[in-house]
């Protein structure tokens, strides 16, 4: 739940073009405790008509921390519904109270996801370590130097699949990964866990390690998942309204957003990466009568919920240069048509899309994925009557 404590205004305020001084801003401390969290939100307005900027005008605005408890997830101590499985060689299919999964031992993903016998899912979750690139990208030569990553996710095989019933009465399943390049070199290995509980939670924990550290950088370190269309009503605590990345995310405040899926599309003139969310808590898409899932960062996650794939947003090549044919090849956004489907990423992030020019500087090092491994954690569950 979010609300807001207290509001208000400091009038007086005295500091001169170039000046710094000290503000006290009283606020009720009784009322910050360590297991919720707490953010005080700055506006700077004009207070008199100015120019074209009209009395009101914000000029400046900042989101300070007061206090943001981590929390890992810990099931409820209350009794939770039995679960049971039937492994028919091929598939594993786990039924609980109100929702069933299917999983195929041989991709090692979720093929079914349903509520009350209403299926979620187009396709599910399979490992993700690309973005449709940016003109920023294409100036730096990402494409050039990370392209071994473009179809990793997809070349992703199954080296181990193991299942386990726990104590507690929730099912483990374990998913081991081997992922190449195109040409069957294997760049990384990555692990899978899904943990099952009778409330309907499902904890995914994921972990990733390169093959060898003198391996590219990340452009992504996430999970792709395919929703029915109809799942298209989107709310989230986190960064928003508009899209923010790593290095471009100060301005998008955390709290409670919502909107259709389809106005989280930002149409570039050149279709490219777009609606991206970072520092998220939870998120949830939902139909008209509320049914669908709910994703919680296990603290936090980025996310990104489009009803168009990477690839409807992939350029040819850098077309900042001239192309013979370039006519026949560029898009447009009226190129961009939806799916009727809803592409979420569930992602540890991805990397900054800034450099300091267009034409060959990278994203800042502290905004790149370049770490030998990674791992991460969230939960899902179906949601609704």
Not at 154 to 170: C, R, W
Not at 322 to 341: M, S
Request: net charge negative.
């Amino acid at each position: 739940m979010v609300r807001w404590l207290e509001s208000g205004e400091l009038e007086d305020l005295r500091i001169s073009p170039g000046e710094n001084g000290l503000l006290t801003i009283a606020y009720d401390h009784s009322a910050v405790n360590d297991s919720s969290e707490f953010f005080l939100n700055l506006s700077l307005e004009g207070k008199e008509d100015w120019g074209i900027l009209a009395a009101g005008h914000i000029y400046a605005r900042e989101q300070l921390e007061i206090s943001l408890p981590e929390r890992d997830y810990i099931p409820g101590a209350e009794a939770m519904a039995d679960i049971v499985f039937n492994d028919n060689g091929k598939q594993v299919i786990v039924s609980g109270q109100g929702f069933s999964l299917d999983f195929d031992k041989a991709s090692g993903t979720i093929i079914s996801w349903k509520k009350d016998g209403v299926q979620l899912l187009e396709k599910g979750p399979v490992p993700d370590f690309w973005r449709p690139l940016t003109d920023n990208d294409y100036g730096n030569r990402l494409d050039k130097r990370a392209g071994v990553w473009k179809d990793a996710g997809s070349n992703a095989e199954v080296t181990a699949f193991d299942k386990e019933m726990l104590d507690d009465g929730s099912l483990l399943i374990n998913v081991e990964m081997a992922i190449s390049d195109n040409e069957g070199n294997k760049l990384a290995a990555e692990t899978i866990s899904y943990r099952i509980y009778g409330s309907g939670d499902i904890l995914v924990d994921i972990s990733f390690r390169k093959e060898d550290a003198a391996l590219p950088e990340l452009p992504r370190m996430g999970m792709q998942m395919h929703l029915k269309g109809r799942y298209d009503r989107l709310s989230w605590y986190g960064r928003g309204p508009h899209h923010n990345y790593a290095d471009r995310k100060t301005s998008a405040f955390i709290g409670i957003w919502e909107g259709p899926v389809a106005a989280q599309y930002v149409p570039y003139i050149r279709p490219q990466e777009n609606g991206y969310k970072t520092d998220t808590r939870w998120f949830s898409l939902t139909d008209d009568e509320g049914r669908g899932i709910m994703v919680r960062g296990n603290p936090t996650i980025c996310f990104a919920a489009l009803h168009n794939l990477h690839e409807d947003f992939a350029a040819p090549g850098n077309l900042a240069r001239r192309r013979k044919d370039a006519a026949e090849v560029n898009t447009h956004t009226t190129d961009i048509k939806p799916r009727d489907l809803v592409a979420v990423n569930i992602d540890y992030g991805q990397m900054g899309v800034g450099g300091d020019n267009s034409w060959g500087a990278r994203p800042h090092p502290q905004y790149r994925l370049e770490a030998d491994s990674y791992s991460y954690s969230f939960i899902m569950r179906a949601v609704g009557d």
